[in-house]
Structures are given as structure tokens and as C-alpha cells.
């Protein structure tokens, strides 16, 4: 069970809802993946406006948690009022704060960001920002009151996976708050390697929508997300420098 502030979860896979090549599919993926979290850029969605298009009209509200993020914010001011519309639309009083610092590679502005979550938090949103994989960074947040903390595995919509474990690593050995692993993940198996390293949860939205068959790659995920997570919890074996006989010796004769 996933705990993230008041909110539980049974699912730790958190789907984002943008990209896909249409609503249908959209509602076919969500379904099969089964999450209970879903992302969605604030500044994308039509949640005020119900003569435009809009995937909440083909899903079941109640079966989901909201989570939006403000993704387009470029300083924490924007972040702040991107999260006031989210919560001003009554669906949701979480939010991820995501403050984009470098258009290039779309990395998250440290400064900012502390800025943004501080000010949430102070406003009684449930937090979960996005971050690098800084380590000191990751502290901070949690030590500003975060909810969750979520560093990403590589640049958004790179598909790279997780390029630097070891700092991935010690923040969830550090982190007293869910680590969900955000950005990046490419394949099942980037979703899996995050979870056997102690992730709390995953976030990955393009690996699916951009998929050749998104709703196959949602189902990948999902399985991939449990695999990970039952891995992490059975513990895996030590590496040996050299080989070591599956099968006991003793009482074998040799020569016999």
C-alpha cells in the first residue's frame, strides 16, 4: 500500500494522460494499466470550458485520483497559480510542482521549485514536486514538508531510463517520503529497475501514449511496476565475482 499524504493506493503506478492518439485509446489504457492516479498538465486541459474536448468526460471520476502538474510554469509564481486553477476546478488538492529551468532538457529549476512547494505547502496542498536526481535537493524538499519527492530517471520524454542509479538510489535510501521516479522511463524494464531500487512508485506518461500499442505497453507497466516492487521486497541475491554451483555437493559420489 501506497501512502502519499492522507491519500492510500493500492496501484503504484501513476499515468499520465497526454500524447495518445485518442480518447478511446486513452480510456483503454488507463483502464488496463490500473492505476488510480492520473497526471495531466493544467495548462492543456479544458476543466473549465465543457464544450471542448475533454478524456474526463470518457472515465469514471471516482475511480481516480487527480493529480496535475504545472507543467509550462517557469518560475514559482506560476507554478502557484497554475496549482490554484487545478484546485479552483474541485477536482483534486494534489499537485505535482513542476518548474521547467532549461528548455533544452527541460530540467527542473532547483530555486524555483523550493520556492513553489514552500508556498503550497503553506497553502495546505498535499506536494509532490519534481526534481533532478540531486540528492541535497531531494532532502530539502522533504525537509520543506513535501509530500512525496519525484526525481526523474532521465529528461522527460527522453525514453533514456535511469541514467544515474546510484544518485537515485541514496535519495530513496535518504527519504523518509514516498520516491516516486518521474521522467525517462522508456520500457518495462526501466520501471521495473526503479522499483527493485526502492522506488515508492513510478510516473511515466510517453513510454505508453507513444507506444505502438499504448494499451499493451499499459498492461507491460503495470506488470513491470508489481515485478519491480515484489523484487525489491523478496531482496536479491548478492553479485559474485565467480560462479558458484547451483546444486549441493554434498552426498554426490564422484566417479560412481
Do not use: W
Not at 134 to 155: N, T, W
Amino acid at each position: 500500500m501506497l501512502k502519499v499524504g492522507k491519500a492510500t493506493f493500492n496501484s503504484r503506478l501513476f499515468l499520465g494522460t497526454g500524447k495518445y492518439p485518442n480518447y478511446d485509446i486513452q480510456k483503454q489504457a488507463v483502464d488496463v494499466s490500473e492505476t488510480e492516479v492520473l497526471t495531466f498538465s493544467v495548462r492543456r486541459m479544458n476543466i473549465f470550458d465543457s464544450d471542448q474536448p475533454n478524456f474526463l468526460e470518457k472515465i469514471d471520476l471516482q475511480k481516480y485520483r487527480f493529480l496535475p502538474n504545472t507543467a509550462g510554469a517557469k518560475n514559482a509564481e506560476e507554478a502557484v497559480r497554475i496549482a490554484k486553477l487545478a484546485d479552483a476546478s474541485g477536482l483534486c488538492d494534489m499537485v505535482k510542482v513542476e518548474v521547467i529551468g532549461c528548455d533544452k532538457t527541460l530540467l527542473p529549476d532547483p530555486v524555483e521549485t523550493l520556492k513553489a512547494t514552500e508556498t503550497l505547502l503553506a497553502e495546505g496542498f498535499t506536494v509532490l514536486p519534481y526534481t533532478s536526481d540531486d540528492v541535497v535537493l531531494a532532502r530539502k524538499l522533504e525537509e520543506l514538508g513535501a509530500h512525496a519527492i519525484m526525481p526523474g530517471a532521465s529528461p522527460i520524454g527522453s525514453g533514456q531510463g535511469i541514467i544515474n542509479p546510484l544518485n537515485l538510489q541514496f535519495i530513496i535510501e535518504q527519504a523518509n517520503v514516498p520516491v516516486i521516479v518521474d521522467a525517462g522511463i522508456g520500457s518495462p524494464k526501466d520501471a521495473a529497475y526503479a522499483m527493485e531500487l526502492g522506488a515508492d512508485g513510478v510516473l511515466l506518461n510517453t513510454a505508453v501514449s507513444g507506444a505502438n500499442d499504448p494499451v499493451k505497453m499499459a498492461e507491460a507497466m503495470k506488470l513491470a511496476v508489481e515485478a519491480g516492487r515484489l523484487g525489491f521486497e523478496a531482496g536479491r541475491i548478492a553479485k559474485k565475482e565467480y560462479a558458484v554451483a547451483s546444486s549441493p555437493k554434498e552426498g554426490i559420489s564422484i566417479g560412481e
